[in-house]
Antibody, heavy 120, light 108 residues
Protein backbone atom coordinates (compact mmCIF):
# COMPACT_ATOMS: atom_id res chain seq x y z
CA UNK A 1 0.00 0.00 0.00
CA UNK A 2 1.01 3.62 -0.40
CA UNK A 3 3.07 4.84 2.54
CA UNK A 4 5.12 7.83 3.58
CA UNK A 5 7.32 6.91 6.53
CA UNK A 6 9.20 9.67 8.30
CA UNK A 7 12.29 9.62 10.47
CA UNK A 8 12.11 9.80 14.23
CA UNK A 9 11.85 12.65 16.68
CA UNK A 10 14.70 15.12 17.02
CA UNK A 11 15.89 17.45 19.75
CA UNK A 12 18.10 20.30 18.64
CA UNK A 13 19.70 23.37 20.17
CA UNK A 14 18.99 26.85 18.86
CA UNK A 15 21.14 27.62 15.84
CA UNK A 16 21.50 23.99 14.82
CA UNK A 17 20.09 22.26 11.75
CA UNK A 18 17.73 19.32 11.42
CA UNK A 19 17.20 16.98 8.49
CA UNK A 20 13.97 14.98 8.34
CA UNK A 21 13.45 12.14 5.89
CA UNK A 22 10.29 10.87 4.22
CA UNK A 23 10.59 7.42 2.68
CA UNK A 24 7.90 6.64 0.11
CA UNK A 25 6.63 3.28 -1.09
CA UNK A 26 3.75 1.70 -2.95
CA UNK A 27 3.67 4.06 -5.93
CA UNK A 28 5.87 5.51 -8.67
CA UNK A 29 8.08 8.01 -6.85
CA UNK A 30 8.42 10.46 -9.74
CA UNK A 31 4.71 10.92 -10.34
CA UNK A 32 3.84 12.69 -7.09
CA UNK A 33 5.07 15.96 -5.63
CA UNK A 34 6.11 15.85 -1.97
CA UNK A 35 5.14 18.73 0.28
CA UNK A 36 6.29 19.61 3.78
CA UNK A 37 3.78 20.97 6.29
CA UNK A 38 4.45 21.80 9.91
CA UNK A 39 2.27 22.19 12.98
CA UNK A 40 3.44 23.93 16.12
CA UNK A 41 2.00 22.58 19.39
CA UNK A 42 -1.69 23.40 19.62
CA UNK A 43 -1.58 25.38 16.38
CA UNK A 44 -2.73 24.99 12.78
CA UNK A 45 -1.06 23.70 9.65
CA UNK A 46 1.62 25.65 7.79
CA UNK A 47 2.85 24.78 4.30
CA UNK A 48 6.63 25.03 3.98
CA UNK A 49 7.29 24.06 0.39
CA UNK A 50 7.40 21.25 -2.13
CA UNK A 51 9.73 19.22 -4.27
CA UNK A 52 9.14 17.56 -7.62
CA UNK A 53 10.89 14.20 -7.31
CA UNK A 54 11.07 13.88 -11.09
CA UNK A 55 13.56 16.68 -11.68
CA UNK A 56 14.25 17.85 -8.15
CA UNK A 57 12.82 21.35 -8.62
CA UNK A 58 11.62 23.03 -5.45
CA UNK A 59 9.27 25.80 -4.36
CA UNK A 60 9.57 27.22 -0.87
CA UNK A 61 7.23 29.44 1.10
CA UNK A 62 8.76 32.88 1.40
CA UNK A 63 8.89 32.56 5.18
CA UNK A 64 11.40 29.71 4.89
CA UNK A 65 13.43 30.90 1.92
CA UNK A 66 17.14 30.73 2.71
CA UNK A 67 16.63 28.46 5.69
CA UNK A 68 15.10 25.33 4.18
CA UNK A 69 16.35 22.87 1.58
CA UNK A 70 14.33 19.98 0.16
CA UNK A 71 16.11 17.21 -1.72
CA UNK A 72 15.32 13.77 -2.99
CA UNK A 73 17.08 10.46 -3.58
CA UNK A 74 15.47 8.61 -6.45
CA UNK A 75 17.43 5.43 -5.70
CA UNK A 76 15.64 5.05 -2.34
CA UNK A 77 12.42 6.99 -3.14
CA UNK A 78 13.16 9.25 -0.21
CA UNK A 79 12.69 12.98 0.22
CA UNK A 80 14.57 15.11 2.76
CA UNK A 81 13.80 18.43 4.39
CA UNK A 82 16.62 20.33 6.08
CA UNK A 83 15.87 23.37 8.22
CA UNK A 84 18.80 25.50 9.40
CA UNK A 85 19.36 28.15 12.05
CA UNK A 86 16.72 26.60 14.27
CA UNK A 87 14.93 28.71 16.86
CA UNK A 88 12.41 27.83 19.54
CA UNK A 89 9.54 28.83 17.22
CA UNK A 90 10.52 25.95 14.92
CA UNK A 91 9.40 23.45 17.54
CA UNK A 92 6.67 21.57 15.71
CA UNK A 93 5.54 18.33 14.13
CA UNK A 94 6.77 18.20 10.55
CA UNK A 95 4.72 16.25 8.02
CA UNK A 96 5.44 15.19 4.48
CA UNK A 97 2.48 14.70 2.16
CA UNK A 98 2.06 13.88 -1.52
CA UNK A 99 -0.01 15.32 -4.35
CA UNK A 100 -0.29 14.14 -7.94
CA UNK A 101 2.27 15.78 -10.17
CA UNK A 102 0.35 16.17 -13.42
CA UNK A 103 -2.37 18.44 -12.09
CA UNK A 104 -3.04 20.67 -9.12
CA UNK A 105 -4.03 18.15 -6.49
CA UNK A 106 -4.86 17.93 -2.81
CA UNK A 107 -2.62 16.08 -0.36
CA UNK A 108 -4.01 12.57 -0.35
CA UNK A 109 -1.41 10.67 1.69
CA UNK A 110 0.52 12.02 4.69
CA UNK A 111 3.46 10.77 6.68
CA UNK A 112 3.06 10.07 10.37
CA UNK A 113 4.87 13.25 11.37
CA UNK A 114 8.24 13.98 12.98
CA UNK A 115 8.44 15.96 16.19
CA UNK A 116 11.28 18.46 16.20
CA UNK A 117 12.01 20.16 19.51
CA UNK A 118 14.31 23.16 19.64
CA UNK A 119 15.51 23.85 23.14
CA UNK A 120 18.67 24.98 24.85
CA UNK B 1 -1.03 34.99 -0.58
CA UNK B 2 -4.60 33.70 -0.26
CA UNK B 3 -5.88 33.92 3.31
CA UNK B 4 -8.50 31.37 4.37
CA UNK B 5 -10.76 32.25 7.30
CA UNK B 6 -12.71 29.42 8.91
CA UNK B 7 -15.78 29.78 11.06
CA UNK B 8 -16.80 29.04 13.67
CA UNK B 9 -13.67 28.42 15.68
CA UNK B 10 -15.48 25.78 17.72
CA UNK B 11 -18.73 24.01 16.93
CA UNK B 12 -20.53 22.07 19.66
CA UNK B 13 -23.04 19.51 18.41
CA UNK B 14 -24.50 16.17 19.38
CA UNK B 15 -24.21 12.87 17.51
CA UNK B 16 -26.89 12.60 14.87
CA UNK B 17 -26.94 16.34 14.18
CA UNK B 18 -25.72 18.13 11.07
CA UNK B 19 -22.51 20.17 11.05
CA UNK B 20 -21.87 23.11 8.74
CA UNK B 21 -18.31 24.44 8.61
CA UNK B 22 -17.34 27.52 6.62
CA UNK B 23 -14.17 28.66 4.90
CA UNK B 24 -13.88 32.07 3.24
CA UNK B 25 -11.04 32.93 0.87
CA UNK B 26 -9.54 36.41 0.62
CA UNK B 27 -9.57 36.13 -3.18
CA UNK B 28 -10.78 33.80 -5.88
CA UNK B 29 -9.29 30.30 -5.84
CA UNK B 30 -8.41 29.06 -9.29
CA UNK B 31 -10.42 26.10 -10.56
CA UNK B 32 -11.92 25.49 -7.13
CA UNK B 33 -8.67 24.03 -5.80
CA UNK B 34 -9.98 23.85 -2.25
CA UNK B 35 -9.64 20.84 0.03
CA UNK B 36 -10.92 19.86 3.45
CA UNK B 37 -8.97 17.76 5.95
CA UNK B 38 -9.88 16.11 9.23
CA UNK B 39 -7.32 15.86 12.01
CA UNK B 40 -7.64 13.93 15.25
CA UNK B 41 -5.28 14.37 18.21
CA UNK B 42 -1.87 12.83 17.61
CA UNK B 43 -2.67 11.97 14.00
CA UNK B 44 -1.77 13.36 10.61
CA UNK B 45 -4.47 15.20 8.66
CA UNK B 46 -6.74 13.07 6.47
CA UNK B 47 -8.06 14.27 3.13
CA UNK B 48 -11.86 14.42 3.00
CA UNK B 49 -12.79 16.69 0.09
CA UNK B 50 -10.82 17.91 -2.94
CA UNK B 51 -11.72 20.40 -5.68
CA UNK B 52 -14.33 21.90 -3.34
CA UNK B 53 -16.83 19.05 -3.68
CA UNK B 54 -15.08 15.82 -4.65
CA UNK B 55 -15.00 13.13 -1.97
CA UNK B 56 -11.67 11.44 -1.40
CA UNK B 57 -11.36 7.68 -1.55
CA UNK B 58 -13.14 5.94 1.28
CA UNK B 59 -14.91 9.02 2.60
CA UNK B 60 -18.60 8.36 3.35
CA UNK B 61 -21.28 10.37 1.59
CA UNK B 62 -22.25 11.97 4.92
CA UNK B 63 -19.42 14.37 4.08
CA UNK B 64 -20.06 16.89 1.32
CA UNK B 65 -18.45 20.10 0.12
CA UNK B 66 -19.83 23.07 -1.76
CA UNK B 67 -18.76 26.49 -2.94
CA UNK B 68 -20.28 29.86 -3.71
CA UNK B 69 -17.74 32.30 -5.07
CA UNK B 70 -15.07 32.63 -2.40
CA UNK B 71 -17.16 30.90 0.26
CA UNK B 72 -16.73 27.17 0.80
CA UNK B 73 -18.73 24.86 3.04
CA UNK B 74 -18.13 21.42 4.50
CA UNK B 75 -21.33 19.69 5.62
CA UNK B 76 -21.37 16.56 7.75
CA UNK B 77 -24.75 14.87 8.03
CA UNK B 78 -25.74 12.59 10.89
CA UNK B 79 -22.68 13.18 13.04
CA UNK B 80 -21.04 10.09 14.48
CA UNK B 81 -18.75 10.06 17.55
CA UNK B 82 -15.71 9.48 15.30
CA UNK B 83 -16.41 12.73 13.41
CA UNK B 84 -15.49 14.95 16.34
CA UNK B 85 -12.12 16.40 15.40
CA UNK B 86 -10.49 19.52 13.96
CA UNK B 87 -11.23 20.39 10.33
CA UNK B 88 -9.01 22.46 8.06
CA UNK B 89 -9.62 23.93 4.65
CA UNK B 90 -6.70 24.44 2.26
CA UNK B 91 -6.25 26.07 -1.11
CA UNK B 92 -3.77 24.42 -3.48
CA UNK B 93 -4.34 26.54 -6.56
CA UNK B 94 -1.53 28.99 -6.00
CA UNK B 95 1.66 28.96 -3.99
CA UNK B 96 1.91 29.28 -1.02
CA UNK B 97 -0.68 26.57 -0.41
CA UNK B 98 -2.40 28.06 2.61
CA UNK B 99 -4.58 26.50 5.27
CA UNK B 100 -7.38 27.95 7.32
CA UNK B 101 -6.90 28.16 11.07
CA UNK B 102 -9.21 25.22 11.70
CA UNK B 103 -12.64 24.52 13.19
CA UNK B 104 -12.87 22.27 16.22
CA UNK B 105 -15.97 20.09 16.16
CA UNK B 106 -16.69 18.99 19.70
CA UNK B 107 -19.35 16.87 21.35
CA UNK B 108 -22.05 18.89 23.07
Amino acid sequence: QVQLVQSGAEVKKPGASVKVSCETSGYTFTTYVIHWVRQAPGQGLEWMGKINPSGGSTTYAQKFQGRVTMTRDTSTSTVYMELRSLRSEDTAVYYCARSFLAVHDAFDIWGQGTMVTVSS
Amino acid sequence: EIVLTQSPGTLSLSPGERATLSCRASQSISSSYLAWYQQKPGQAPRLLIYAASGRATGIPDRFSGSESGTDFTLTIRRLEPKDFAVYYCQQYGSSPYTFGQGTKLEIK
